[in-house]
């Protein structure tokens, strides 16, 4: 398949577990982004890798979100100490160059993410 | 600070008529907007994008219009489609590279 891939597709985890959920961007592709949907809203914005540049981590909302790229390709993103405001959607998508460039984002199917 | 918004949340229109979606942004500073369509259980897919010198870019059946005056974008689909149903989220990008979306509006095509 060429399009971006994740795993797993549904995680159902307890209150207090760490989770790592994983993106494979369409290859060749530079740049990946990490999102998240909660239900019925909009994409928040997470963290951004581009090439060997260090990544913006702007968008995490707290320190027990983390995430990393190996080889400039597959990321991991992990949550410590999951809690139930964590359960949503997590879009990962990945571009050829950055969006200055014009290349535009496509993104994966997502992780669905339940934190009971 | 930055955002981006939409003027319906729902929008209901038969087969065959053309549907209008809206969107409002407030940085003007924006230079990248990019509609995406969001079917139940699937990730965003590109639509089509617009760069802030142009005010009208045409694909298949679909048209933005970008109004950078009232910092205005819209998405236009011609004779609209059970398939067209979705969710279509505005994006821009501020002054990083990171995309801005909008809360989505809801497309639903009545037979």
């Known amino acids: 398949g060429a399009g971006v891939s994740q795993s797993p597709s549904n995680k159902v985890t307890e209150k207090g577990k760490d989770v790592e959920l994983r993106c494979d961007p369409i290859s060749g592709h530079t740049a990946l982004y990490w999102y998240r949907q909660s239900l019925g809203q909009g994409l928040e914005f997470l963290i951004y890798?581009?090439?060997?540049?260090?990544?913006?981590k702007s968008g995490l909302p707290s320190d027990r979100f983390s995430a990393e790229r190996t080889g400039g390709s597959v990321s991991t993103l992990t949550i410590q100490r999951t809690q139930q405001e964590d359960s949503a959607v997590y879009l990962c998508?990945?571009?050829?160059?950055?969006?200055?460039?014009?290349?535009?984002?496509?993104f994966g199917p997502g992780t669905r993410l339940t934190v009971l | 600070g930055e955002s981006v918004g939409l003027h319906l949340p729902t929008l209901s229109v038969q087969e065959g008529d053309n549907s209008i979606i809206n969107c409002a942004y407030s940085n003007s500073a924006s230079d990248y907007f990019i509609w995406y369509k969001q079917e139940s259980g699937k990730g965003p897919q590109f639509i089509i994008d617009i760069r802030s010198n142009m005010d009208k870019r045409q694909g298949q059946r679909v048209t933005v219009l970008l109004n950078k005056t009232v910092k205005h974008l819209s998405l236009q689909i011609a004779a609209t489609q059970p398939g067209d149903s979705a969710v279509y989220f505005c994006?821009?990008?501020?002054?990083?590279?990171?995309?801005?979306f909008g809360t989505g509006t809801r497309l639903q095509v009545f037979p």
């Open positions: 994006a821009e990008t501020g002054l990083t590279d990171k995309l801005i």
């Open positions: 998508a990945s571009s050829s160059t950055a969006l200055s460039s014009v290349d535009t984002q496509y």
């Open positions: 890798f581009q090439g060997n540049s260090a990544p913006d």
